[in-house]
């Protein structure tokens, strides 16, 4: 007999709100339009340090249609936020270019937008820093980095090891600050009525949206609730609460009216966080095996004035290789800049970029394979906390992947095959991302008439986490996906961990399949039949989050790329591109292939497009928008193919499964590098690869 864990968990079922999104019944936050509706639009300082002196809104308020335009200075009082990035409208300082120092109100889209651009803002210009540099004066060594790793982790003599090494590779590499850009962007529509705040906010977490507006408002978090039930795309940068719903609220409150505010692509660079830029040194020494014995990885970044963010990004090499002596740095200034944030796999995106580039040069080094060189320095146990993995198939990874592409045929000399004007190349990387599993609550119900309900605060920002909790639930009360319905994005469900850092799936899906067991056993004990009241059962897993585990884990992949690399004009295509990634159990495969493809392709972008320009006299990024901010289309993603390696983990959680939304852009840019330098014998160290970067190396 065929059961239901065979029809459900692990199949293809396609997402279940895809005729909602075709038709376009699946309503996203800017598309809720309540009665009596005014519209915002803010003012964002001019200006990249210093105070605000004074306001000119005459001509603003004259604008047809226009009703208010709140400053500091008329703006409804609030708490100071827990996260200072919050605290809009509360005072006169300008720590950034781009700070909100203003908010017109209308009654149209238009006539708001019309009112911002009236306004008449006089600074008391400050002179300000932005520019990063390996030896700023500013730099100092924090206390700890982001998800709360110690910045500073060293073990045995990096250094002596080092010098005693045979084979050595002392490289610097660069990248340029990032933007996040989902497809959706940030919007919020805010309405109080007799003192409670109803807010649709486009978020990864209407529970953290709704703790931070409860405290800033100094309301009872019960009278507010914030809904996200249809979010298009974050990528981190609604990970955390951002000023649109802050200020929706501010305005609403003040006017008492429902406020809608959708902010402009041009004003997302400045308002919701980006990847910083980073320069990183990666000092490896090893034996003529290419064994490494000594590991230093060295980053500078920055953060800025209003809240200290610093990327974690040496700290997968803490985890990643065997070292028996290794060093990680992290040394960040504090800069006239808005405040950098989460963007897909922070730390890991970006440190492996480095390290993974830094293996490949070891592996020329020491005259050694660069899928082999991976193989040789695969640890026992994971390096920097001495303890055993939960599971490690990288080696598969590496040698199911190289099968698969064809590597056995690649020449391993440099430079060596054209094709016309053309030299194409193939490229290896390896990939990380830890499992993370968050704090969660679920309910789940049965009815009568055969159904169940499964309620949980999750968010689903495009992933297909939708449909992948309803299979977990399906499984786990042993019925037919079709009987099973799901409520996700809701302040008022029971409480769920924001949708980030592949934790989604792990947290929520766990305390789904917690309380379907619960309900499961509340059903057996009635005989086996569902009373006309129907019966509910309720779970979560603070418990199991506490305890931890006594394992290391970690998703892994290997990338393969090949590229194509035009003499006359320096530009880089990739031809294509090939990732196996062992990531526990996949729940669903269509929508896990969905998330290694996406980010395989994002990384694509952070390999040859993706850079933003702080302009030193101006404090502002100079790419702004989807014109001069260039992401990858459908015509630079040639091939890319994604595989997996089936895993039996049984110290995850119950479904088995890891994180699968970011581990896909680990390692492509550094793959998509090597592969660069094996067409054309140059190697770049600095991201995006342009080819104004390249094309003097080739001539």
Known sequence: MTTSRERVLGSAAVRIEGPAKVCGTARYAAEYTP??????????????RGRVVSFDTAAALAEPGAVAVLTHENAPRTEEPEDPTLGVLRDDRVPHRGWVVALAVAETPEA????ADAVRVTYAAEDHDIVLTADHPGLYVPETVNAGHPAVRERGDADGAYAAAPVRVDVTYAMEPMHNHPMEPHAAVAHWDN????VRDSSQGSSGVREALAAMFAVDPALVTVTSEHVGGGFGSKGSPRPQPVLAALAARHLGRPVKLALHRSQLPALVGHRPATIQRVRLGAGRDGVITSLTHEVVTYTSTVKEFVEQAATPARTMYTSPHSRTVHRVAALDVPTPSWMRAPGEASGMYALESAMDELALAAGVDPVELRVRNEPSHEPDSGRPYSSRHLVECLRDGARRFGWRDRDPRPGVRREGRFL???????????VLVLPAAAEARADAD???LVRVNATDIGTGARTVLTQIAADALDVPLDRVRVEIGDSGLPAASVAGGSSGTASWGWSVHKACGALRERIDEAGGAVPPGGLSATADIAEEVRAGSEFARHAYGAQFVEVQVDTDTGEIRVRRMLGVFAAGRILNSRTARSQFIGGMTMGLGMALMEGATLDPVAGDFAERDLASYHVPAH?????????WIEEDDRHLNPMGSKGVGEIGIVGTAAAIGNAVCHATGVRLREVPM?????????R
Not at 424 to 434: I, K
Not at 635 to 643: I, L, N, P
């Open 35 to 48: 009665p009596g509706c005014l519209y915002a639009w803010v003012v964002p300082a001019t200006v990249a």
């Open 112 to 115: 708001a937008r019309a009112a």
């Open 195 to 198: 003192g409670r705040l109803t």
């Open 424 to 434: 194409v190349g193939s490229g290896v990387a390896a990939s990380s991302y830890p």
């Open 450 to 452: 055969g159904g169940f």
């Open 635 to 643: 015509a630079d993603v040639r091939s890319v193919e994604a595989y």
């Open 690 to 698: 342009r080819p104004d970067r390249l094309l003097p190396h080739l």
